[in-house]
């Protein structure tokens, strides 16, 4: 399963919940506002290093770029573009985008 | 009240009131904090006390290093550094909102008056008008 979310989890909680649901294997793309979780010493950041040893997580490099936060992405968060993104979506069986 | 009632019928002289317009939102995600960039310039016009805070997500909207062409919007980042243009030199960013995003004032495209939260409390406490995104 693909999960992936939208929303700055400094604002809403959908990263928090996509964590907490997410079997172990699983991926996580973090995209638009999300993206700032993935960014060293954010509050957040906390959360997805723990996530981190169950799941593979990913942001996208466009909206890292966007909001001048690509030089602080988190040691072993992977960097997407576009291309990569639709990799993701076809490499998984499903995807939850969590709203 | 009524004085300025009086003034208001004299053609808009003399009346200056405090806006505070307060950010909360991160840029692009959601159009608040483009928007509210945009009513911050109109209100120049007015001749009015303007102070602009940045606190919680809104912070990330005085990012500097801000490339936009991969996600095809406009890097209004750089209109911040032309407030002062208009008059609007009153900025000010709260401390806790940016160590929580493990961000200091040299992340920031602009000067700005880092106010801890006491602080920021008074200062919105004195205004007359607020107006937040």
Not at chain 2, 37 to 61: C, H, N, P, R, W
Request: glycine content about 8%.
């Amino acid at each position: 399963m693909l999960h992936i979310v939208n929303k700055s989890a400094t604002e809403r909680n959908s990263l928090e919940s996509a964590l907490r649901l997410a079997t172990k294997g699983s991926a996580v793309l973090l995209i638009e506002d999300a993206v700032y979780a993935a960014t060293k010493g954010s509050v957040a950041a906390t959360k997805v290093q723990a996530a981190m040893a169950d799941l593979q997580v990913y942001a996208l490099g466009p909206d890292l770029d966007a909001r001048g936060m690509s030089a602080r992405v988190l040691d072993g968060v992977k960097v997407v573009d576009y291309g990569g993104f639709v990799d993701l979506v076809t490499e998984h069986n499903s995807c939850q985008s969590w709203l | 009240m009524s004085d300025m009632m009086d003034d208001m019928d004299e053609g808009g002289e003399g009346v200056v009131k405090k806006f505070m317009f307060v950010n909360r939102k991160a840029p692009h995600g959601t159009i608040y904090a483009l928007e509210g960039l945009e009513v911050v310039l109109i209100s120049a016009a007015f001749d009015q006390d303007v102070s602009m805070v940045f606190a919680d997500d809104g912070v990330y909207e005085l990012i500097k290093g801000v490339n936009t062409k991969g996600i095809e919007v406009k890097d209004f980042s750089k209109t911040y550094r032309a407030l002062e243009g208009y008059d609007i030199e009153k900025l000010y960013v709260e401390k806790a909102s940016m160590d929580a995003r493990g961000l200091t004032e040299d992340d920031l495209i602009v000067d700005v008056t880092v106010l801890d939260s006491a602080e920021m409390a008074s200062l919105m406490a004195e205004q007359d008008v607020v107006i937040s995104y």
